[in-house]
T-cell receptor, first 115, second 112 residues
Framework: DGGITQSPKYLFRKEGQNVTLSCEQNLNHDAMYWYRQDPGQGLRLIYYSQIVNDFQKGDIAEGYSVSREKKESFPLTVTSAQKNPTAFYLC??????????????FGNGTRLTVT | SQQGEEDPQALSIQEGENATMNCSYK?????LQWYRQNSGRGLVHLILIRSNEREKHSGRLRVTLDTSKKSSSLLITASRAADTASYFCATASYYGNNRLAFGKGNQVVVIP
């Protein structure tokens, strides 16, 4: 079955450590996205990539970094510069970047807790 | 960036009843989408309505779009316990490169 796989489901880190969240898709989608979800808030876009080896900052990119070396993979690194990293992180993909009427397919998220 | 914004509701209904939730937005859009999220899971796309459409159906779902009022509603008919989830609207705008802007979500609880 095609889909998006995020791993791990739960992640615990000490403050000051960088941590990388994995996102893999086998849907052959061009575009991939990282969102952050906090209680009582909607999804906020961190980074997105429309094509391999290219990515753009979203609305809350500070303290995060990404890479897109392969079409299938879009890992997110939460750096020590991110002031409030504890959150639920969601990865998504869509068929074509900027294509009108292209819905997002989501993974099941990674819950990151930093203490 | 523009935001879809649902009415801040936590809706609790009996199984078999209809559930209605609303979403408003601020700028012109290309389309509006509704997603469902079960607790601790990712979002699942439910339905998309284009800016030139006024109403769309998919199974027990009915979505309306009023571009003059910049608002949309999602109706779930004959609700089931399995409909218990959070529901998000998201808007796509040409000026935002069709990046989706999500609202804060409506939590719906269907009591068996």
């Amino acid at each position: 079955d095609g889909g998006i796989t995020q791993s791990p489901k739960y992640l615990f880190r000490k403050e000051g450590q960088n941590v990388t969240l994995s996102c893999e898709q086998n849907l052959n989608h061009d575009a991939m996205y990282w969102y952050r979800q906090d209680p009582g808030q909607g999804l906020r876009l961190i980074y997105y990539s429309q094509i391999v080896n290219d990515f753009q900052k979203g609305d809350i990119a500070e303290g995060y970094s990404v890479s897109r070396e392969k079409k299938e993979s879009f890992p997110l690194t939460v750096t020590s510069a991110q002031k409030n990293p504890t959150a639920f992180y969601l990865c998504a993909s869509s068929i074509s970047p900027g294509k009108e009427n292209s819905p997002l397919h989501f993974g099941n998220g990674t819950r990151l807790t930093v203490t | 960036s523009q935001q879809g914004e649902e009415d801040p509701q936590a809706l609790s209904i009996q199984e078999g009843e209809n559930a209605t939730m609303n979403c408003s937005y601020k700028t012109s859009i290309n389309n509006l989408q509704w997603y469902r999220q079960n607790s601790g899971r990712g979002l699942v796309h439910l339905i998309l309505i284009r800016s030139n459409e006024r109403e769309k159906h998919s199974g027990r779902l009915r979505v309306t779009l009023d571009t003059s009022k910049k608002s949309s509603s999602l109706l779930i008919t004959a609700s089931r316990a399995a409909d218990t989830a959070s529901y998000f609207c998201a808007t796509a705008s040409y000026y935002g490169n069709n990046r989706l802007a999500f609202g804060k979500g409506n939590q719906v609880v269907v009591i068996p």
